[in-house]
């Protein structure tokens, strides 16, 4: 999700506008969803923007609702609330469809009159290499289980995110598409590894 303080003028994303003060994170740490996300912006509207180097995603809120910088990519539980309390404004949505918790905040597709944005924040279980298919199988199972407990769905849509609970061969295609799509974006974008 994208967000600005409440009071701002303008619309972020006006390609005529010189440079826009994105909150990132700081150099040498691992790349996260908002770089990639900064770079797609950047790529897909031709447009640049002044990264302005973080910790991690709290501080780069915290000086977004501050007024220090523009706006930030952030993942939603970071801003959901400050949403909802007007804080701040939510100006688009990476996924493809629009957030349950935040339904009046656009997609990004929809915001900016592209066809093919999506960039999503999300998490999957693991296990180490040689795990028996068995005990993965298992994993697989229960965590679908837990997932689908209406309270649980519950208190996960209120924080913005979307539970899935797909099976192994599911996870793995998205996992894989994932890889891809990133490694598309990374080229494209020209990014380096500093």
């Known amino acids: 999700m994208s967000a600005r303080r409440k009071n701002r003028a303008g619309a972020w994303a006006s390609p005529s506008r010189a440079s826009h003060y994105l909150a990132r994170k700081l150099n040498g740490a691992k790349p996260y969803i908002p770089e990639w996300t900064g770079a797609l ?13 973080y910790r991690g995603g709290s501080p780069a809120v915290a000086d977004v609702l501050a007024g220090h910088v523009d706006t930030s990519f952030s993942s939603a539980p970071l ?11 939510g100006l688009a949505v990476t996924s493809t469809k629009r957030m349950a918790a935040l339904p009046d905040i656009p997609t990004m597709n929809e915001a900016l009159g592209t066809k093919d944005f999506e960039v999503l ?17 298992q994993i697989n199972r229960d965590a679908t289980a837990i997932l689908h407990l209406p309270e649980v769905r519950a208190r996960i849509t209120e924080a913005g995110a979307d539970p899935v609970g797909n099976s192994r061969d599911e996870f793995s295609a998205f996992w894989k598409a994932e890889i891809s799509k990133y490694a598309a974006i990374i080229k494209e974008s020209g990014a380096k590894v500093d």
């Open 79 to 89: 801003v959901v609330q400050y949403v909802r309390d007007k804080r701040l404004t």
């Open 121 to 137: 924040n999300w998490y999957g279980l693991f296990a180490p290499k040689g795990t028996p298919a068995a005990i993965l199988d």
């Open 41 to 53: 912006v950047e790529t897909k509207l031709k447009m640049g923007l002044s990264h302005i180097p």
